[in-house]
Structures are given as structure tokens and as C-alpha cells.
């Protein structure tokens, strides 16, 4: 029979794998790794502006994609456009960054699973008598390493040629030059902390639904166990 248990510390771990999952994918697929030097304006620019100062924009680089502003001569407007710049994998523009895709969706692809079946343990709680929470939480700690060899690496591939045409001459493996990072790279520096909460907390969700009181609660016959 199956006995759905909902604990505080359960729920917050199943929440919690949720977000970093998600967390991790949105910044693999982002264009804002990497803040490009400013780019001066046109002269069309210059002609179009109304008014107060217009700042400068700034390009995005990512692991595959980048974003970019262009312009409508006739249209006198300008659109940002977003995209890959690589068409297939060998298409990346470093042997480093190529590594660190492959890293990180490992480690993305783990997560997401674990994701997936932390919805299911408030009913299933064990596999082959084996705690589900328990190689959840092996499995995120799995992925957790495969995200920092692919953080680790990336920097290293600041200093091919594509990373420099946004980032300038100066920029070279571990040496932005002039860029600055984006969003996308801290939120990928959170995720991977965040996941290896995760793992040890899962130790805890482990706890709390195999507690005296949940085992209280089944001997009682009681298939729905809410514990805060």
C-alpha cells in the first residue's frame, strides 16, 4: 500500500531540487556569460537619439549563443538579436567551452532527473531498498562535481578568437580583458552551490520521513502523513 508522506524537511528538499534544476538549464541556455566592451554608437544612433544621453551597448557572449544589437536603416530602430553562434558542437569556439558543455549537461541532465523523481517521494521513498532520498542526494553531489569541472574550465577559454572580438586584445585564458560577467555565470556559481546543499539535505528529508512518528502514523493505518 502506498503511503503518501509529506514532511516539511521533504518538501523543502523536493522544492529546493526543483529550483536548482531549472536554475542550471536557464543559465546553460543564456547568452550573458560573458558582458562585452560597450560598443560606440553610429552615427545614425547619434542622429536618432532624443534627447538625454544613450548609453553605449553591450554584446553577451555565451557557452554556444550570443546576442547583439542591429540596425534598421530605413526603419530607424534597432533590435536586439539572440541566437547561436554555432551551428553543431565542434562549431564552439573553444576546446574549453566545448568541455564545459559537456560537463554541464551532464550535470544538468542528473539534476533534472533527480528533479523529476524527487516529485514522486512523497509516495515512493525507497528503490531496491534502497532510500530514494539517499541516492538522490549521491546523485547530486555527482552532478555537483561534473558543474564545477565545467566551471573551472570555462574561464580558460577566454582567450579564443571569438572571446576576444567581444572582450579585446587583453583578454586571454582566466583574463577577461574587457569584458565583465554576466548573470548567467554567477547564477550557474549559485546553482552548483545549491545543489550540493541539496545533497545533504537530502540526508535530512531521509530523516524526516522515516521518523517515529511517521512509523506512528502507518501503524495507525493512515495512508496521507502531513508532518511539519
Same mark, same amino acid.
Given at each position: 500500500?502506498?503511503?503518501?508522506?509529506?514532511?516539511?524537511?521533504?518538501?523543502?528538499?523536493?522544492? &529546493?531540487?526543483?529550483?536548482?534544476?531549472?536554475?542550471?538549464?536557464?543559465?546553460?541556455?543564456?547568452?550573458?556569460?560573458?558582458?562585452?566592451?560597450?560598443?560606440? &554608437? !553610429? !552615427?545614425?544612433?547619434?542622429?536618432?537619439? =532624443?534627447? @538625454?544621453?544613450?548609453?553605449?551597448?553591450?554584446?553577451?557572449?555565451?557557452?554556444? @549563443? +550570443?546576442?547583439?544589437?542591429?540596425?534598421?536603416?530605413?526603419?530607424?530602430? +534597432?533590435?536586439?538579436?539572440? #541566437?547561436?553562434?554555432?551551428?553543431?558542437?565542434?562549431?564552439?569556439?573553444?576546446?574549453?567551452?566545448?568541455?564545459?558543455?559537456?560537463?554541464?549537461?551532464?550535470?544538468?541532465?542528473?539534476?533534472?532527473?533527480?528533479?523529476?523523481?524527487? $516529485?514522486?517521494?512523497?509516495?515512493?521513498? !525507497?528503490?531496491? /531498498?534502497?532510500?530514494?532520498?539517499? $541516492?538522490?542526494?549521491?546523485?547530486?553531489?555527482?552532478?555537483? &562535481?561534473?558543474?564545477?569541472?565545467?566551471?573551472?574550465?570555462?574561464?580558460? #577559454?577566454? @582567450?579564443?578568437?571569438?572571446?576576444?572580438?567581444?572582450? #579585446?586584445?587583453?583578454? !586571454?585564458?582566466? /583574463?577577461?580583458? %574587457?569584458?565583465?560577467?554576466?548573470?548567467?555565470?554567477? =547564477?550557474?556559481?549559485?546553482? =552548483?552551490?545549491?545543489?550540493?546543499?541539496?545533497?545533504?539535505?537530502?540526508?535530512?528529508?531521509? *530523516?524526516?520521513?522515516?521518523? %517515529? /512518528?511517521?512509523?506512528?502514523?502507518?501503524?495507525?493505518? /493512515?495512508?496521507? *502523513?502531513?508532518?511539519?
Amino acid at each position: 500500500m502506498c503511503h503518501v508522506i509529506v514532511t516539511c524537511r521533504s518538501m523543502l528538499w523536493t522544492l &529546493l531540487s526543483i529550483v536548482v534544476a531549472f536554475a542550471e538549464l536557464i543559465a546553460f541556455m543564456s547568452a550573458d556569460w560573458l558582458i562585452g566592451k560597450a560598443k560606440p &554608437l !553610429s !552615427s545614425e544612433d547619434m542622429d536618432n537619439r =532624443t534627447g @538625454g544621453s544613450q548609453e553605449p551597448y553591450h554584446p553577451t557572449l555565451g557557452i554556444y @549563443g +550570443r546576442c547583439t544589437r542591429i540596425s534598421h536603416m530605413q526603419l530607424s530602430r +534597432r533590435d536586439t538579436l539572440c #541566437g547561436p553562434y554555432a551551428e553543431n558542437f565542434n562549431e564552439i569556439a573553444s576546446g574549453f567551452w566545448q568541455a564545459t558543455a559537456i560537463f554541464l549537461a551532464m550535470g544538468i541532465l542528473i539534476l533534472c532527473a533527480v528533479a523529476f523523481v524527487s $516529485v514522486f517521494t512523497m509516495c515512493v521513498q !525507497s528503490i531496491m /531498498k534502497k532510500s530514494i532520498f539517499n $541516492v538522490c542526494g549521491l546523485l547530486q553531489g555527482i552532478a555537483g &562535481l561534473f558543474l564545477i569541472l565545467g566551471l573551472i574550465l570555462y574561464p580558460a #577559454g577566454w @582567450g579564443c578568437q571569438k572571446a576576444i572580438s567581444y572582450c #579585446g586584445h587583453y583578454a !586571454s585564458a582566466y /583574463k577577461l580583458g %574587457d569584458c565583465s560577467l554576466g548573470w548567467a555565470f554567477y =547564477t550557474a556559481i549559485g546553482g =552548483t552551490v545549491l545543489t550540493f546543499v541539496c545533497a545533504v539535505f537530502s540526508a535530512q528529508a531521509e *530523516i524526516a520521513t522515516s521518523s %517515529d /512518528k511517521v512509523q506512528e502514523e502507518i501503524e495507525e493505518g /493512515k495512508n496521507l *502523513i502531513c508532518l511539519l
